[in-house]
């Protein structure tokens, strides 16, 4: 783990890249701003989690380390063991941002496992038009793990785009924050709810509907050998929709249950 701190005292606010070896971005966004961000106010943390995994570009060395917080200081597995010293490093941040990449199509999006008035500032700060609220879904994740802290998708894995808009989008979150001058533009942002996911079988795995994208009742949103998923739910959408993002799911299944307004 590396950890870099700009300023002093509060807030302390963190952005943590890295979480996931074979997503490059984060790491290049941190790198970016430790050698641009000029602090107005507080602690600006910058965290890049596993280094391992990303020096041999793969999602983790001996677990998903986004599997298994808040992890065991004394386990063997490498990623175990670092939950727990990641936790430690950021516990008591007023606001996290944890940066991932994907497989699946744009937009970019934000999750949030609790919607705190923090999250709510955080999210509606963002150039995000959507944000998942996972809170029903797992509680291994470091958004479940310390309150305040929202994850941002910020593209394609090994995009360019993906770095370009991470950085517009976390110096946004660091001026919600106070950390760098100026205001943000806030907006409105819709929330869809996950509950479940999309198990993925053998053979060749294919997609037919992209994330937020209504799938029809009847409608079948992905199969392979061993699944056909037909949605029979009204109003399903898929979150983190990809036919090889991950090893065991399509995606999630999700619903539009709301919008986030703007703090007042
Ligand atoms: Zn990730």
Redo the contacts with the bound molecule.
Sequence with gaps: MRLIERGSGSPRIAVVGG??GD?PAGERIVDRLADTATVEDGTLQLVVANEPALAAGA?YTETDL?RTFPGDIDADEYERALAPRLVSVLEGADAILAL???QSAPPPFAIYSELTETVRRSVTGMPVEYVVDAGSLRDTTLDSTLPNTISLETGKQGSTDAVEFGLEATRDFLRVHGILAGEPTYTETTVATVDEEVPKGSGRPEVFYENFEEIPEGEVFARDEEYTHRVTAPGTVPVLASEHGYEDIFGLYGRITGTIEPPS
């Design positions: 979480i996931h997503e999602r986004n991932h990449t994907s």
